[in-house]
């Protein structure tokens, strides 16, 4: 929560910024595996382990499609307001909803804009990411264990050089790039049953409206991986 008032400071102290909004989503990884969460509005979050949800974000809304957010509002369009009534919607980083998340290797961390969460299911999100993470060998079956952590992992996440590619893509990027091209697609498909369809409809039973929304998508994959320190001869 520090973190997102910090930035939300330095956007009001700046001059060049006299307007805008934004909602919020910020974490903080810690060596022991815990990862602190501060999100406000309805951008979010996903926690995997292998099949399952771990955890997720709750979204934050005043109203239908009017998610909590950071505001700068002129104080001439704050005063119109103000003469006809009207009262503007501007929340606070101490609004944020905190969340603590405790991960191990080969857990899967999505973090995303409302145009994933209004397009995609939770469920669908965690189905893509199943198939991909064990089509690549990250996640193995075992007859007896069940669905482990495999051992392609670690050079599977190794960082890719970004100006040239070398070896391709790494998993966490390639896992974020399906997931905004197939949001996207489903975000102009006139006959998705989308989150955001079913949401409209239960605010407005008459509208009868099926589809995605076409907003702004911006997704981040994060996979953990275990570390081994090297013993330091005395």
Known sequence: M????R???DVIDDPKITAGGSTACVALVHENGRINIANLGDSGFMHLRQQHIRSRFQPQLHDFNTPYQLSLVPPELRARSEMFGGRMLIDSPSDARQYTCWVRSGDVLIF???GLWDNFEYWEVQKLVYME?????AWVTDD?????V????????????SETKAGGSSLQEMLASTIVRLAKLYSAHPLKDSPFARMLRRHNPLEG???GKLDDICVMVVIPVETTTPAVDD
């Open 7 to 9: 930035g939300y400071t």
């Open 150 to 161: 495999g051992d392609a992992l670690r050079e599977l996440t190794e960082p890719v050089d």
């Open 144 to 148: 007896e264990k069940g669905i482990g």
């Open 112 to 114: 995303a804009t409302d």
């Open 209 to 211: 409206y099926r589809g």
């Open 133 to 137: 993470m064990t089509r690549r060998r």
């Open 2 to 5: 520090d973190l997102i008032q």
